[in-house]
């Protein structure tokens, strides 16, 4: 069964009881806008995936595409110290899509909003081109009214941390481009549903982190965000970066892991700077100076990592 | 020069400058989210356009496309009885697509913001199949303390009562397909760039609307809607809507003005259920009846307009 043998009311009365509420949802999905409780610094965010450019379906089950977007746009609410309460979602879908597919789309969805705590408070269905799928999301949150984390708060001096994996959703991926998942099944997992660390945003908030945000498109490219943001330079440490080349080294090789841990991205762990104690949970892998840039032990680093419209 | 040429943050330099802030906007573009002051209620409502299904490029310039995916996003926060207060963008683009029409789009998404007192918050780039080019925006409101105005609150006995126009944009792509635009460029022009009447919506509401919605699907289809959620019928004068029927007459035939007054969409009028007595700015077109569905002078009508992935 395909999108084009279901109206769109029949559609949403299969997709809908799959999503969860909450009990700030004043006004749930169907009527022309939900509304939310929310508090007077209210985050929002949005992010997209589009098919063959985000995922593979070989290689991504629609509960992965589900859970992925969301897992993205949850780990931008947590970078600024946030809370995530509910998020929308919108599905580009040619209509010969398999109805099979949507549902499947909207459990993996469901169920990684649920485990947030990010009520589903409706969306948009459209037709779209031969060939096309795309899914977006908007998430919105609460600071639970601590300042928001900026990129722009770094001062020289800081600890530089990391919560969360580095490198492995770029080694998963690296691994099914070669045709190797059996070789480790856990960096491929990564790679579909990666779980960043949401409870270390507002808890790195809590502790004054400064220069947070969530690595998206690569430790050098992002912790270059940081740096320009703040007026600083990052200076990170191959010693405290080698534990998270050393996971990945069996599977991809020890060059492969190198460039996963530095340029991977849609790992979504978090990055921040501390001029405090840094807490739990985090882990010390270089230091703010003054400067531009990223460095690796002092050298000087080449951006690496995602850019949407070039490679 | 297209996408391919520009890096994501050079495409955002250019896109960023062409968009409105707003006193409340505590974190603008930049960051991972943005983070807007709002109110305990917060509106929250998802829209989206794709080329080739929501618009043709011979028939609408990136101006017009970027003010109608506003436009559409705005009117569903007035048929809750709100007031915008931001939004975010999303844009899915071929790499070919030129910077020119993002400009351009910018520019139409961004005039329509502004003129409505909504800041453009921040949004998504990602690049899409070839020829793919699809808009999405979510905005943000706020009910100013009022009650969410729903679909379901029609009671028989109310007026039923539009603001806005009818049938102009069904009206005004007919003369684009039969390739006369020039019969009437203000229907076109309407087709284009929807004005819907935002403010009407608070204003209904303060004056105790019940069974509001905008009209995005046809009169019909979303009648129905109102009539179905609310448990009652929706009877519409054919003597109150031939005025409408009347304006489009001689440009596309009696025949389908009637079809276009009853049938077009993306019109985002609004059209909502009175108690009490109808404010300026609305014209009564029909009686809350027990009973179900949408009737014309007591005949009940078949659902029509239309239907996201069947016709």
């Known amino acids: 069964m395909t999108l084009a043998d279901l109206t769109e009311e029949q559609l949403l009365a299969r997709i809908t009881p799959r999503l969860p509420g909450g009990p700030g949802v004043l006004v749930g999905p169907g009527d022309d806008t939900a ?4 508090d007077a610094a209210t985050i929002i965010t949005t992010d997209a995936a589009v098919r063959g450019r985000d995922w593979r379906d070989d290689w991504s089950t629609p509960g992965d595409v589900g859970a992925k977007i969301v897992a993205q746009n949850l780990a931008d609410v947590a970078a600024m110290g946030g809370r995530p309460l509910g998020l ?16 499947g789309f909207a459990d993996g969805l469901g169920e990684a909003a649920r485990t947030a705590g990010a009520a589903v408070l409706g969306g948009d269905l459209s037709s779209a081109p031969r060939g096309t799928l795309a899914v977006s999301v908007t998430a919105l949150g609460t600071l639970d009214g601590q300042a928001p984390v900026l990129r722009s708060g770094a001062c020289a001096g800081d600890q530089v941390a990391v919560a969360g994996t580095l490198g492995r959703s770029a080694a998963g991926l690296l691994l099914l481009e070669r045709g190797r998942p059996e070789l480790d099944e856990e960096l491929v997992a990564t790679h579909r549903r990666p779980q960043p660390p949401l409870a270390e945003g507002p808890r790195a908030g809590a502790a004054g982190a400064a220069g947070m945000l969530d690595i998206s498109d690569g430790l050098l490219r992002d912790g270059a965000r940081i740096a320009s943001a703040s007026g600083v330079a990052l200076d990170l440490s191959r010693e405290a970066l080698a534990p998270y080349a050393a996971r990945l080294a ?4 020890a060059d492969d892991a190198w460039e996963c841990v ?29 400067g531009a840039g990223v460095l690796l032990d002092g050298i000087p680093q080449a951006p690496r990592g995602w850019d949407h419209f070039r490679r």
């Open 250 to 253: 069996p599977a991809v090789g």
């Open 35 to 38: 509304v939310l409780r929310c």
């Open 262 to 290: 530095l340029g991977g991205g849609e790992e979504h762990s978090l990055l921040a700077c501390f001029a405090g104690p840094v807490p739990a949970g985090w882990t010390v892998i270089g230091m703010v100076r003054t």
């Open 88 to 103: 929308v979602v919108t599905l580009l879908a040619d209509p010969a899509t398999t109805v099979a597919w949507v549902e």
